[in-house]
């Protein structure tokens, strides 16, 4: 049952930040990880890296440097961007503690771009288009953000992506973009199959 989470250009001197179920981080340069055929599985990252036990990676990150921002979104609404220059550490430290909110499960974490658009989506079948510029900044990488996406009772965000639409074009897109938040989101409905989502 595994499955392709993100993919990125990159090389092999840029540093990974693999962001975790436990409100961690872990960092590693990617050549710190062999090379390997495209049909191989790779190495496993939780062991390499020591995770805690039960611990998943939940987003990862390719950079270069630390400038920019990391945009963070959780499963009760909230998000927040926070400086990417909080998790350099002159030493060689691979795993960071406390890296940001974990009052609420991450859902997904991504260098920010302030021109990109994510969709996000709840476990009620409900969607909202959110741009970068519209996630609040922060400087306290722990920060819980403010919330985007009001949530009924009991309901939780389960995904969040860059949006993109030639993969997956909405139906009616502009009714997903809100001028204001918070908002409750609108139905789900693109024009791919809904066997075909399901699967996805």
């Known amino acids: ?6 993919k990125f250009e ?10 975790t179920s436990d ?33 998943k990676v939940v987003s990862a990150i390719c950079i270069s440097d630390y400038n920019g921002r990391v945009i963070m979104f959780f499963e ?10 909080s998790y350099f550490t002159k030493q060689n430290r691979k795993k960071l503690t406390n890296a940001f909110f974990g009052g609420s499960p991450l859902v997904a974490a ?5 021109k990109a658009e994510y969709l996000v989506r709840s476990n009620d079948d409900r969607a909202l288009l959110i741009k970068g510029s519209q996630v609040i ?4 990488k722990t920060s819980s953000g403010s919330t985007l996406y009001t949530l009924k009772k009991g309901k939780k965000i389960v995904s969040a992506v ?14 997903y973009r809100k001028t204001k938040l918070p908002s409750s989101g609108v139905v789900f409905e693109d024009i791919f199959p809904r066997a075909l989502r399901e699967w996805s």
């Not at 009760?76 to 400086?83: D, E, H, L, R, W």
């Not at 860059?162 to 009714?175: A, F, G, H, M, R």
């Open 23 to 55: 409100a961690q981080v872990y960092k590693s340069r990617l050549n710190d990880f062999d090379d390997s055929k495209a049909s191989s599985l790779g190495e496993y990252v939780a062991g390499k890296l020591k995770f805690n036990d039960n611990e």
């Open 76 to 85: 009760n609404g909230k998000a927040v961007s926070v400086p990417l220059d």
């Open 1 to 6: 049952n595994d499955y392709l989470r993100t």
């Open 110 to 114: 991504f260098k920010a771009n302030d």
């Open 137 to 140: 900044e922060k400087s306290t």
């Open 162 to 175: 860059e949006y993109n639409p030639e993969t997956s074009k909405l139906v009616k897109e502009s009714k």
């Open 10 to 19: 990159t090389n092999n001197t840029d540093e990974i930040l693999f962001f």
